[in-house]
């Protein structure tokens, strides 16, 4: 079952734009992650926001977190060609080692 | 560097036929995991082990088993390989937090 669901699937915007996706989930969480997948590869780690934070920076990418409401966004700024991939929310429900990821969304940045 | 390599990027195989996916980490990492990827499904977990000869099922695994003989491979077995075990597959490691991720199999099967 699918604990994140991003939002939206696929998203297309111009280069030096900023692209905003959201993950919602269903149980409490430990923590939640973003992940990068270029296509065809692996996953890329990008940032991890924990449970007791709202609010996360790691250079252009900016992650919060709403608990009350179970989601997260994640906002990249000033958008580049080189940001096309499909991104995806992980979350770590409480209690458990294992993470559950969302569907993804896909994004194009447009030269 | 680290890494987790997977030792096949590309592999077609025949309906029936045994299958080991091989995943190999260099960190010295408890965790490891096995996911497959599908369009529209997202990432489903297959099975995770967190020491060696330790084993867990994940959310999909049937028609699949793993090894974990030493702490740095995990590998993941198709018994009998069938069409919709077409896919690709995605191993990973983790100490604590965060994973990382091996570059994946495109496993066909005809």
């Known amino acids: 079952s699918q604990q994140g669901e991003e939002d939206p699937q696929a998203l297309s915007i111009q280069e030096g734009e900023n692209a905003t996706m959201n993950c919602s989930y269903k149980t409490s969480i430990n923590n939640l992650q973003w992940y990068r997948q270029n296509s065809g590869r692996g996953l890329v780690h990008l940032i991890l926001i924990r449970s007791n934070e709202r609010e996360k920076h790691s250079g252009r990418l900016r992650v919060t977190l709403d608990t009350s409401k179970k989601s997260s966004s994640l906002l990249i700024t000033a958008s580049r060609a080189a940001d096309t991939a499909s991104y995806f929310c992980a979350t770590l429900t409480s209690g458990t080692y294992k993470y559950i990821f969302g569907t993804g969304t896909r994004l194009k940045v447009l030269a | 560097d680290v890494k987790v390599t997977q030792s096949s990027r590309y592999l077609v195989k025949r309906t029936g036929e045994k299958v080991f996916l091989e995943c190999v980490q260099d960190?010295?990492?408890?965790?490891m995991f096995w996911y497959r990827q599908d369009p529209g499904l997202g990432l489903r977990l297959i099975y995770f082990s967190y020491d060696v000869k330790m084993k867990e099922k994940g959310d999909i695994p049937e028609g699949y088993s793993v090894s974990r003989e030493k702490k740095e491979r995990f590998s993941l077995i198709l018994e009998s390989a069938s069409t919709n075990q077409t896919s690709m597959y995605l191993c990973?490691?983790?100490?604590?937090?965060?994973?990382?991720f091996g570059s994946g199999t495109r496993l066909t099967v005809v």
């Open positions: 990973a490691s983790s100490f604590n937090y965060g994973y990382t």
């Open positions: 960190m010295d990492h408890e965790n």
